[in-house]
């Protein structure tokens, strides 16, 4: 029997599954291209190690699995799960092309495959991920039984074969290699106070004089606004020069629409802490600004990234109306009006310390909501 907070956590993990079944069905529907090689191996993973995860046996497992990977994703969540991976991959290749020896660190990275296409794209990359034990089991599990997975992070390590709940819990959850490097940690234990002898393990492949990216992509959402601080403001300390900040999550703005996402989350078990703690881009503006002490701070709405909004600006979108015309023209969709309002409820917020002039400039190129608030 799971205990209270152990079910918010199971809960929590389930939307990892959630985001890699999109992230198939948008790969399945050729919004992405070229098609990602890396969905597979990680789908193969779930389906033969969730039954081991705490919460799970073989039948609730299997259940759930046909449930997650049954039905094609309505087309705007094709579109959707397809606009802030574009997104997201953009700011952050950009962040690379500027620096080029620099670190990426993902937040609760657990099934994304981001890592994997910068590794091979880039040279100099060093990638983190972070996220609870359970999801970097599976990952490494599926790092270790692919020999394309395996030379990419350039690991060493022979292929693992769970076979029982039991041997399950006995497997590490850590993969290091030069280059790549996955650890599991409880994101909401961090804080800026904490000594380096509590976060030895996490930080020991921590270069803090790289410039850093941090990618919170609906992670820190499930943190209170107090361990929101705590955990940007212990990254912010941990680097000596820049430190980038690029968060995507959702938002309720306080409006009918953000109720019954609330209602709709709540009856999974989900609570998003900052849905309706932080609602609206203002907030969030004061949060990053005031209260975490970053800046250089954009932020803009996925209805406005999806073209969905006009306005005059000199900056470049950021679809291109070539590829917005490509996948229009993959799957139709008729209430426009529908995608608008929820895409509205999605944000992007970025923001950056750095103690001398040292900027990113990628994100100056493309066009955000609050452009002039930087």
């Known amino acids: 029997m799971l205990s209270p907070l152990e079910k918010i956590d199971k809960a929590i993990r389930a939307t990892d599954l959630d985001a890699l079944a999109c992230r198939h069905s948008a790969n399945q529907a050729n919004y992405i ?6 969905i597979e191996p990680l789908i193969l993973s779930y ?6 995860c705490s919460g799970y046996t073989n039948l609730s497992a299997g259940r759930t699995l046909r449930s997650v990977f049954g039905e094609r994703k309505l087309p705007l969540i094709n579109r959707g799960t397809y606009l802030r991976t574009k997104l997201i991959d953009q700011v952050t290749e950009e962040f690379i092309k500027q620096f080029d020896v620099c670190q990426i660190l993902s937040l609760g990275g657990g099934s994304d495959t981001r890592g994997f296409r910068f590794l091979e794209k880039f040279e100099r990359v060093i990638y983190h991920e972070i996220d609870f034990p359970e999801s970097t089991k599976i990952k490494k599990v599926a ?11 350039e690991s ?18 850590n993969l290091h290699t030069k280059r790549y490097h996955l650890q599991s940690y409880d994101l909401r234990k961090l804080s800026s106070g904490l000594t380096s002898e509590d976060v030895i393990p996490l930080l020991k492949h921590f270069d803090s004089s790289l ?17 929101n601080e705590e955990i940007i403001k212990f990254w912010k300390h941990q680097c000596r020069g820049l430190v980038s900040f690029l968060i995507y999550e959702p938002m309720s703005l306080n409006d009918s629409f953000g109720a ?10 989900i609570n998003l802490q900052t849905f309706n703690e932080l609602p609206d881009l203002n907030s969030r503006l004061v949060f990053l600004s005031d209260i975490c002490g970053l800046s250089h701070i954009k932020l803009t709405n996925m209805s ?13 979108p950021w679809i291109e109306v070539s590829d917005m015309k490509r996948i229009n023209k993959l799957e139709f969709i008729d209430e426009v009006e529908e995608i608008k309002l929820l895409f509205e409820h999605y944000c992007l ?15 100056n190129e493309v066009r955000w909501e609050s452009d002039d608030w930087s």
């Open 33 to 38: 291209t070229p098609q990602d090689p890396f």
């Open 47 to 52: 389906k033969s190690n969730l039954q081991y």
């Open 143 to 153: 790092i270790l039984r692919n020999e394309k997975l395996k030379s990419i992070v």
């Open 156 to 173: 060493q390590g022979e292929s693992v074969d769970i076979t029982s709940k039991e041997q399950f819990q006995q497997l590490s959850p």
């Open 211 to 227: 410039p850093t990216l941090v990618l919170s992509e609906c992670v820190l959402c499930y943190a209170s606004p107090s361990e």
């Open 260 to 269: 019954t996402m609330t209602k709709n989350l709540l009856q999974r078990g």
């Open 304 to 316: 406005d990234v999806g073209g969905y909004v006009i306005y005059s600006s000199s900056k470049k």
């Open 349 to 363: 917020c970025y923001a950056e310390s750095s103690p001398g002039d040292i900027t990113f400039e990628g994100v």
